[in-house]
């Protein structure tokens, strides 16, 4: 059941006031890879798993003013608060143990930003974005042990620490130029995060305060009309949350997560460059990535395992984890009313640290993309047939190898027909119908923890009041 409602009103000729507010709940929702085996279990990894409720609120009010000051043109300021609920119900396979969790988390959030043009004339012009941003996450955590055999009720600790805390500040400012055949866009970020967990038996008091500057530089060049060079650069950092220091319980996988109060934030570098070309029948983009993540955390196996079999893991820094690959796109209009797009797009991952040396890195899709074509005609209808494909996965990290959501020799690669249909009957009303797997394909995205669906439909209508 969801609900959401925005009201606007306009309080003067240059300025706005919005109110938003959204809610979800999913009363018990099934946690599908701990009822069904994975590979190498001979039996589901829980008797019971239930998130009850996962349910999701959100109020938010938004301010907009636009000025003739000399120092911005536009003024944005975001006031919020989201409250995330995550209680669940879970029983390991062979455990007279019935555990209620209870889990949430109240994030308040304040940001301003303002647009301040600076710069403007015949062949460039320039503007300044800046702001600050402030934020305050607040957990809330118990747990409640029930032996099904005797009734008993004892309290235990929740999956994170209760009362855990975690603030954010950040200012930053970003500048974009733009001149005739180019745009610059450069930008720093000062973070600064205050993580504070209280200690409990199973755990010690966690106190983080990481702060850095980050930044990210990003650059267009017209080599000729159509034809654009694009280059980005950035880095950035995440410091560990409550999550990494904190969290207690089953995970993923037929794991058992044990907490570490002492892990060092994480950060990146990241490079890409491609190439953008448009003209009336053709629209390409082609672009190479590269990833230099170092202290990258990560779940690692403790060698242990508990009485019920999971593997106990805890969060790690990784010395470090590299990523580069390829993303393009095509579209090509050969007729009037025909367009052909594909996608392909591939990712290899390796990941360094002193123990393994160089290994693949986790969960590293494979070789994947689409082809697709389409047919719309002035009288609002749409075809549009498309295959999906996804080559095999063989490269696997230890961690991959005894995760039992992938085949120890690799996920099978799969290609899927598909197609959808719509009409747009009038400016107001559109229909639709899309059918997928049609060959009733048998396959699973790597990493997943379930094979997808077989032939599946859909059907839609969109109406505008």
């Given amino acids: 059941q969801a609900a959401d409602l925005k009201w606007r009103y306009v309080l003067t000729e240059n300025s706005e006031l919005m109110l938003s507010g959204q809610?979800?709940?999913?009363?018990?929702?099934?946690?599908?890879?701990?009822?069904?085996?994975?590979?190498?279990?001979?039996?589901?990894?829980?008797?019971?798993?239930?998130?009850?409720?996962?349910?999701?609120?959100?109020?938010?009010?938004?301010?907009?003013?636009?000025?003739?000051?000399?120092?911005?043109?536009?003024?944005?300021?975001?006031?919020?608060?989201?409250?995330?609920?995550?209680?669940?119900?879970?029983?390991?396979?062979?455990?007279?143990?019935?555990?209620?969790?209870?889990?949430?988390?109240?994030?308040?959030?304040?940001?301003?930003?303002?647009?301040?043009?600076?710069?403007?004339?015949?062949?460039?012009?320039?503007?300044?974005?800046?702001?600050?941003?402030?934020?305050?996450?607040?957990?809330?955590?118990?747990?409640?042990?029930?032996?099904?055999?005797?009734?008993?009720?004892?309290?235990?600790?929740?999956?994170?620490?209760?009362?855990?805390?975690?603030?954010?500040?950040?200012?930053?400012?970003?500048?974009?130029?733009?001149?005739?055949?180019?745009?610059?866009?450069?930008?720093?970020?000062?973070?600064?995060?205050?993580?504070?967990?209280?200690?409990?038996?199973?755990?010690?008091?966690?106190s983080v305060e990481p702060d850095d500057l980050t930044g990210e530089v990003h650059a267009s060049f017209e080599l000729r009309p159509g034809v654009k060079l694009l280059n980005n650069i950035g880095r950035g950092f995440r410091p560990p949350n409550i999550f990494d220091l904190g969290a207690l319980g089953p995970r993923p996988g037929n794991r058992y997560n044990q907490p570490n109060p002492h892990l060092n934030p994480e950060s990146v570098w990241s490079y890409d460059l491609g190439l953008k070309t448009a003209s009336a029948a053709f629209e390409t983009e082609l672009f190479v990535f590269y990833s230099d993540h170092q202290d990258k955390i990560t779940s690692v196996l403790t060698g242990e395992t508990t009485a019920e079999g999971r593997a106990i893991v805890s969060s790690a820094n990784l010395n470090s984890t590299t990523?580069?690959?390829?993303?393009?796109?095509?579209?090509?209009?050969?007729?009037?009313?025909?367009?052909?797009?594909?996608?392909?797009?591939?990712?290899?991952?390796?990941?360094?640290?002193?123990?393994?040396?160089?290994?693949?890195?986790?969960?590293?899709?494979?070789?994947n993309g689409r082809l697709g074509l389409v047919w719309q005609n002035g009288s609002g209808l749409r075809l549009e047939p498309w295959l999906d494909f996804a080559a095999k996965q063989d490269r696997l990290s230890p961690r991959d190898q005894t995760d039992p959501r992938i085949y120890p020799k690799g996920t099978d690669g799969y290609v899927t027909v598909n197609v959808m249909a719509s009409w747009q009957i009038n400016p107001d009303l559109e229909m639709g119908i899309r059918l997928e797997n049609l060959l009733d394909k048998k396959y699973r995205e790597h990493g997943s923890g379930l094979d997808a669906p077989g032939r599946n439909f859909g059907l839609w209508f969109n109406y505008h009041l």
């Avoid at 591939?346 to 990941?351: C, I, L």
């Fill in 23 to 206: 809610v979800l709940e999913q009363p018990s929702t099934p946690r599908s890879d701990e009822l069904v085996p994975g590979f190498g279990l001979p039996l589901p990894s829980s008797e019971v798993y239930e998130f009850q409720p996962n349910r999701r609120s959100f109020l938010h009010t938004r301010y907009r003013l636009q000025s003739e000051s000399d120092w911005f043109e536009n003024l944005e300021i975001h006031l919020a608060r989201q409250v995330i609920t995550d209680d669940r119900r879970s029983q390991e396979r062979g455990s007279i143990e019935l555990i209620t969790e209870g889990n949430e988390s109240t994030l308040d959030g304040f940001t301003v930003q303002f647009n301040s043009p600076w710069a403007s004339g015949s062949s460039s012009s320039s503007e300044l974005v800046w702001g600050l941003e402030v934020y305050r996450d607040e957990v809330r955590s118990d747990r409640l042990t029930k032996d099904t055999e005797s009734g008993e009720s004892t309290p235990a600790r929740g999956r994170f620490p209760d009362q855990s805390t975690m603030d954010s500040f950040a200012a930053y400012a970003a500048n974009r130029w733009d001149f005739q055949r180019a745009s610059l866009e450069a930008g720093l970020r000062y973070s600064r995060f205050d993580v504070y967990l209280p200690g409990d038996d199973i755990s010690s008091t966690a």
């Fill in 323 to 367: 990523l580069y690959g390829i993303e393009s796109g095509l579209r090509w209009r050969f007729a009037a009313d025909y367009s052909a797009y594909g996608v392909i797009n591939y990712t290899r991952g390796e990941e360094e640290d002193a123990s393994s040396g160089t290994v693949p890195a986790d969960r590293v899709p494979p070789l």
